[in-house]
């Protein structure tokens, strides 16, 4: 189909240039016939080293399918061009090809000729171009990408051809640059094949960011497959290789990279890991598709270091099926791997809603990690069900530790309370001029540091802890006073003091915790205890 | 003294900027539990509830009434120490009746079973519904008033109360610890 030879012809030309990355390409880009990419490449090659990268990016990405068929050299050449051009995984995203298939970028396959020039205009430009707004976290590398307005002009030609297979690149592009996007789609039906072509030379590769912007800028086609490798990576440049591979399989990588892009693209600048991407598994794309997706996930996987890839969406998710998958089969979809990337899935809506879900899947993810530190002996644990089952039994043993120990209390209550009254005579209340008891405080700080201590001190302590409250009484100072002598003596304070505070403790604490501490104690010690409540 | 802040403290998963907005929320107020002053205060609010259950509930002699009681009050004064800020700690404020409590517990017993159940992977096959739902709805009834919560907030609640309830547990524990120690000690005088 056309599609496919579009891709091959897009390979071609971006092998040449790319050949980095195609090199490195995933496994995927392996199929794809390498003589093809180079093909087109070469030409290419001579003005766009950035395109290259682009390009082989776009390429490399899961196109692993080897254009089914090198109809269009001619087109091919365009492919590749735009290829090395839209390598940067800007381009793909602004062309919502939906031309699933149009995984790759760069639509080199509208024609050639134009297709060199605008890409070459583009590529200088974009790569300085305002960074396009690639919903992809590593979006900046998008911006320069889509940038170049010249590049778009080309990639709107593109992305005529990809119109055709790609339905997926719409997803992919629409992330990259919307704009741009709008322009590609325009021309998707003639161009969807190229588009996709394009797009899934990008997929896998992690394009440099200004490839990015390139590819945008002039291919929608390989928005797929290269948005998902744009939002990997800008760090990887490896699309010449994946261009190579994925030449034929630009279709099927596109969509898949499309989908990844989505929600990518929602996520712009979002935490990289989002697993939500890998939901996203390119089911929509065909075999190419998941080629592409393999790639795209490769490239996930550099940029989701990245965060959040969000690639722009492709909106190729939807027609991925279209693209023809060629060997795409033998990737299983990135989605797994894409976990940590929010990259819109190909085949995956590229509505609100699916990015939004990502984000809510990334978000319940980090949680699930915080509660883990939480819970003890999670560490192993892995997936939410049994998490949320440790979770709930540990709250479950917290709260009948609660009430064992509440009913620990109750029972021990009458001896507090005995204890208390014993000690605290309730007449104790009045204000008493208590001297400061520097020591006390200190003492009640001990206390309820919980450290365990003779019982004597323990009974101090717990007075102590009524203490703390009524500090701003003068009936306990007077209280202090004697238990002043508690705390040197052991028993004898308690008797005193004690029952003193255990008076204090039932009347004037609430009063005291009310008006807070320390208020009329002139004493400095109110400022030991203040501290502690 | 000087109170040990965030002891505990998680370290905050400083993922991305938004990400690391919502997890900062999330997780000082987790550290907070952990700090002693905080359980200070908490221990001395818990004393003075006791002591207060025990004069209201002087009539009620059943120690499990008694024992409720003191659990509700310690629970209210976690729920005050929480300064209102989270679902559960308002939801406990708002108004904890017993017959909530009650069904809690009922609930509580049953979702044990089957949650045990699903996590011991017995044989019972789950009836497909959302496995992850129906732990979600779990969890949200043991979390007090969080019983319909989407899963972000009642994760982030979860968190909260969970760091909440250990330190109940520790204040608790060194209490009753102190008062058996101190009731040993009054005895042997006497």
Known sequence: ?533 | MAISNAEGDPATGNEGGGERKRKRRADPPVAKWRTEGEQKTYSSKLIEAIRRVRRSSAAAATDHSRSRAVRAAADRALAVAGRGRTRWSRAILSGRKLKLWVRARACRRKPLGSITAASSSHTTPKSKPPTLERKARVLGRLVPGCRKLPLLTLLEEASDYIAALEMQVRAMSAIAEILSAAGAATAEPM
Not at chain 1, 294 to 306: E, I, Q, V, Y
Not at chain 1, 442 to 452: F, Q, R
Not at chain 1, 503 to 511: Q, T
Request: hydrophobic letters at 30%; a neutral charge; charged letters at 20%.
């Open chain 1, 1 to 533: 189909m056309e599609k496919e030879g579009f891709w091959g012809l897009q390979w071609q030309s971006t092998g040449a240039k790319l050949p980095p990355e195609l090199n490195s390409g995933p496994a995927a880009s392996d199929q794809l016939p390498q003589c093809f990419l180079h093909l087109n490449w070469k030409q290419p090659m001579a003005h766009d080293a950035d395109f290259e990268s682009a390009l082989s990016s776009l390429v490399s990405s899961p196109c692993s399918n080897p254009p089914a068929s090198a109809d269009g050299s001619g087109i091919g050449e365009l492919i590749g061009r735009l290829g090395g051009i839209c390598n940067s995984n800007d381009i793909s995203p602004s062309y919502r090809y939906r031309s699933a298939d149009a995984s790759c970028y760069g639509t080199p396959l509208n024609s050639p000729p134009k297709l060199n020039l605008s890409v070459m205009d583009h590529r200088q430009q974009g790569r300085g171009g305002p960074p396009m707004p690639v919903n992809r976290v590593p979006g900046p590398h998008l911006g320069p990408l889509s940038a170049e307005p010249g590049f778009e002009d080309g990639a709107a030609r593109l992305s005529c051809f990809a119109g055709r297979s790609s339905g997926s690149f719409a997803g992919q592009f629409g992330f990259l640059e919307p704009g741009n996007l709008s322009e590609a789609s325009r021309s998707e039906s003639p161009k969807a094949g190229f588009g996709s072509c394009v797009g899934v030379g990008q997929n896998r590769s992690e394009r440099p960011a200004h490839l990015e912007t390139e590819m945008r800028s002039t291919i929608g086609v390989s928005s797929t497959a290269e948005k998902s490798e744009l939002g990997n990576g800008p760090e990887e440049s490896s699309l010449s290789h994946r261009m190579t591979a994925e030449a034929s399989s630009l279709k099927g990588i596109a969509d898949n990279n499309s989908g990844k892009w989505k929600t990518a693209a929602k996520r712009k600048g979002r935490e990289a890991p989002l697993s939500s991407s890998a939901t996203n598994p390119p089911a929509n794309m065909t075999e190419e598709e998941n080629s592409d997706a393999k790639r795209c996930k490769s490239a996930d996987r550099n940029g989701g270091a990245k965060n959040a890839a969000v690639k722009p969406k492709t909106e190729q998710n939807g027609d991925p099926g279209h693209r023809e998958g060629k060997d795409n089969d033998h990737k299983p979809p990135e989605p797994p791997k894409d976990y940590i990337h929010v990259r819109a899935r190909r085949g995956q809506a590229t509505d609100a809603h699916s990015l939004a879900e990502r984000v809510r899947r990334e978000k319940i993810s980090k949680r699930m990690k915080f509660l883990q530190d939480l819970v003890p002996g999670c560490n192993k644990v892995t997936g939410k069900a049994v998490m949320l089952d440790e979770i709930i039994n540990y709250v479950q043993s917290l709260q009948r530790q609660v009430e064992f120990l509440s009913m620990k209390l109750t029972t021990l209550n009458p001896q507090m309370d005995v204890s208390m009254e014993n000690f605290l005579p309730k007449d104790m209340y009045q204000s008493r001029g208590l001297m400061p008891q520097p020591v006390y405080p200190a003492e009640i700080g001990t206390v309820l540091s919980y450290a365990h201590q003779p019982q004597t001190i323990a009974l101090q302590s717990v007075m102590t802890s009524g203490l703390e409250a009524q500090f701003s009484l003068n009936s306990l100072q007077s209280s202090l006073r004697q238990s002043q002598s508690m705390q040197h003596a052991t028993t004898d304070a308690y008797t005193d003091a004690p029952s003193q505070l255990g008076g204090l403790w039932e009347d004037d604490l609430h009063s005291v915790a009310q008006t807070g501490f320390g208020q009329n104690h002139g004493q400095t010690h109110t400022g030991h205890m203040k501290i502690e409540l």
